[in-house]
């Protein structure tokens, strides 16, 4: 909501926001809740409906109406089972025309075979070129950062390789818990969470081969081409933990849930091969930081952090929503991406399924990243 507010303060921005809810709400208190005033008011409203009742969507829209010139963004921050029926009664209902896009919050499936059904389902009534997986952390400055550095072919960035790269860290960490996330955080763990969407993605930044130049339309095919040329992880590298006291706090004793995960890959691109990759993300450790860390072979190395200033997310998540609306896709996830990164961790997720053995409890405030699992 402080995004839309911010794209809407625009002057040549003409736009409406329309919440969608089961049950009535009062819009002045929404909006005082999220943003602190009424602002938008005027441009906001809430239609009531269920989302599992195909008629309702007819419903929605006649109500919608869109007009020639006229554009829908449907943001869905919902599971992807519930997701993937959304998308279904969108189109059955008409709402699927090529000026409807669809925002998808991860996560993109639970498993690789589950990302394949919702990615089949979706296309029967949607084109690829009208969804939009949003994977904010694409939005970052640090993601931007990397990207500027890296197409610079006078940057001594633009020519990393094994030829003087020893190791890669993409590391997202936190000092928080689950907080009101339990539900969720249950269902998916710190593997899924993170590692699967946003530091494969943020990896895929890292080991791209920019020499023939980058802009928006081609970024997730070379990041498509970086993925591809990952190993799978090995189990036997892979590390997973839990905070103590999880388990109470989400009312599953004996959860087998990691809030701590960390994996190590390998590449096959003749440009990495032999250069050691860790991905690593937790909750409850020592610092909030996510960062990149290259360690170069001469014991140099460079890092790039995203800031911890609030302000960052919003603006986040307004390029996210300012670059659906322009119709460019650089910073999105395409269905390619989402299949690899989960084949990539197929292994590691089938291992730890079948592991029954109790997790490895941390204390809050470790620093886990450094030691011991480093």
Known sequence: ?????????????????????????????????????????????????????????????????????EQLLAYLAVPPNSATQIAELMGQAGLNTSSVKLLFEKPFGLDLASAQTMIDETRRYFNEDQIYRIDHYMAKDVAAEIIRLRSDAQNHHHHWSNQS????????????????????????????????????????????????????????EYRLNALEKLNPAEP?????????????????????????????????????????????????????????????????????????????QRNSYEKVLLSAIRSEKGIFTSSQEVLRTWAILENVQNTWSYDNSPLDIYRAGEDLFNNPYK
């Open 1 to 69: 909501m402080p995004a839309l507010r911010d794209i809407m303060a625009n002057e040549s921005f003409d736009g409406s926001i329309v919440g969608v809810s089961r049950r009535e709400v009062d819009v002045q208190a929404l909006l005082i809740e999220s943003l602190g005033n009424a602002d938008l008011a005027g441009r906001t409203s809430v239609f009531t409906m269920n989302l599992a009742v195909a008629d309702d969507y007819l419903k929605l829209k006649n109500y919608l109406d869109l007009q020639n010139g």
């Open 165 to 220: 790269v020893a190791s890669i860290e993409v590391f997202a960490l936190e000092e928080i818990g689950v907080g009101d996330r339990a539900t969720f955080y249950e269902q998916t763990g710190a593997l899924r969470d993170v590692i699967q969407g946003h530091l494969m993605q943020l990896l895929a930044l890292v080991l791209m081969d920019f020499s023939g130049g980058v802009d928006d339309s081609n970024l997730p």
């Open 236 to 312: 036997a590298l892979a590390v997973r933990a839990q905070y103590d006291g999880y388990s109470q706090e989400v009312g599953n004793v004996g959860s087998q849930t990691e809030t701590f995960a960390k994996v190590v890959l390998a590449s096959d691109d003749e440009r990495w091969r032999g250069v050691d990759i860790t991905l690593a993300t937790g909750k409850k450790l020592a610092q909030k930081r996510t960062a990149i860390l290259i360690k170069y072979k001469d014991g140099s190395q460079d890092t790039f952090e995203e800031s911890s200033n609030g302000g960052v």
